[in-house]
């Protein structure tokens, strides 16, 4: 359990609000904050968003606009240029230095977002391995050159088993990430912490969204729609004229609107691979977050007052 949460109340026992893509975690989170404010409490919002923490991302990563952020403080929201390369042992950090800054002042914090790993790291205080640039440099040579992840997969089903079979054997991010540790440190990427498929202690409150499989995907495409109105295609244009570090350029949508512009697919083709590959990613996160028993499902639209109420019975319980 992370060691900088004590005492009691929702201070000590912070909201998680998470779900998947497009389904309306930030939207629940600020109106989670105006009820709050009028029982007399304050709360500021952590974001858990492996891609909002780069600046001048903001439209097609959804970032609360200037008028959300400036109604409620926002933390770990446009932290570096889209030319660093951000590790979830960095967002482990900033986020317990912010939510250490939010409660230092009284305040309650509420974390917001989808990226998995990155709440985990939070919330269950994970022991994240080093990294070792030069063994994923190699690795990234390797998959350039032809081999595929899934041969990576079997690869590292050789060499740590346990990890392998915690993954999917396209999964590129997970895969390489272990390999690079395995051969990186010579120690098996399945022995740090507990692992991803325990689910122990923590005082984190946490409160999913769903909704209808068909509904969320159209969601999807509709914001899809609403982002490119708003300017994402010269977002981009100006992502790809500063050069994106390997973890921004990945990001959905910019992804897609990137191999557009260097002349691989039209903007039509982009978009409907975009529009595909992002419903996939929602799906893969609801089979994540369903996996912890820990979280409290609610049924979308999502009243402020059931969030709260659901938090409001938590802290009547242990912490479990």
């Known amino acids: 359990m992370p060691s900088d949460l004590t005492g009691e109340g929702r201070a000590a026992r912070p909201l998680s609000i998470l779900g998947p893509t497009a ?3 930030s939207s629940l989170a600020l109106g989670v904050t105006e009820l709050l404010a009028s029982q007399g409490q304050t709360a500021e919002l952590v974001s858990v968003d492996s891609m909002q923490v780069y600046v001048g991302m903001n439209v097609g990563t959804a970032t609360p606009t200037p008028e959300e952020q400036a109604s409620v403080p926002h933390h770990l929201i446009d932290l570096v ?3 660093e390369v951000f ?3 960095t967002f482990q950090r900033r986020a317990r230095a912010a939510i250490a800054d939010v409660r230092a002042r009284g305040a309650v914090p509420i974390l917001v977002g989808g990226t998995g790993l990155y709440l985990r790291s939070v919330i269950d205080d994970l022991d994240i391995p080093p990294r070792f640039p030069n063994t994923r440099a190699a690795l990234e ?3 350039a050159a032809g081999t595929s992840i899934e041969m990576m997969h079997e690869r590292l089903a050789d060499l740590d088993p346990t990890a392998a079979e915690r993954m999917e054997p396209n999964n590129e991010r997970r895969v390489l990430r272990a390999l690079e540790v395995v051969l990186g440190s010579g120690l098996l990427f399945s022995s740090f912490g507990p692992g991803l498929e325990t689910y122990p202690a923590t005082p984190f409150v946490q409160v999913a969204i769903r909704w209808p499989r068909k509904v969320l995907d159209e969601r999807i495409e509709r914001r899809y729609a609403a982002q490119m109105a708003a300017g994402f295609l010269e977002e981009v244009q100006r992502l790809r004229e ?3 570090s390997h973890t921004a350029a990945q990001a959905l949508g910019y992804r897609e609107l990137l191999a557009h512009l260097d002349g691989h697919t039209t903007l039509d083709e982009a978009l409907e691979i975009a529009i595909n590959r992002t419903r996939q990613f929602a799906r893969r996160q609801e089979r994540w977050f369903r ?7 609610l049924d979308a639209p999502v009243d402020p007052a059931d969030a709260l109420l659901v938090w409001n019975q938590a ?3 242990p912490v479990r």
Do not use: F, M, N
């Open 23 to 25: 389904s309306g975690k």
């Open 81 to 83: 240029s889209p030319s």
């Open 87 to 89: 590790t979830v042992a």
């Open 141 to 143: 040579a390797q998959l």
């Open 242 to 244: 500063t050069g994106p």
């Open 291 to 297: 996996r912890d028993p820990r979280i409290a499902w």
């Open 315 to 317: 802290l009547a319980r």
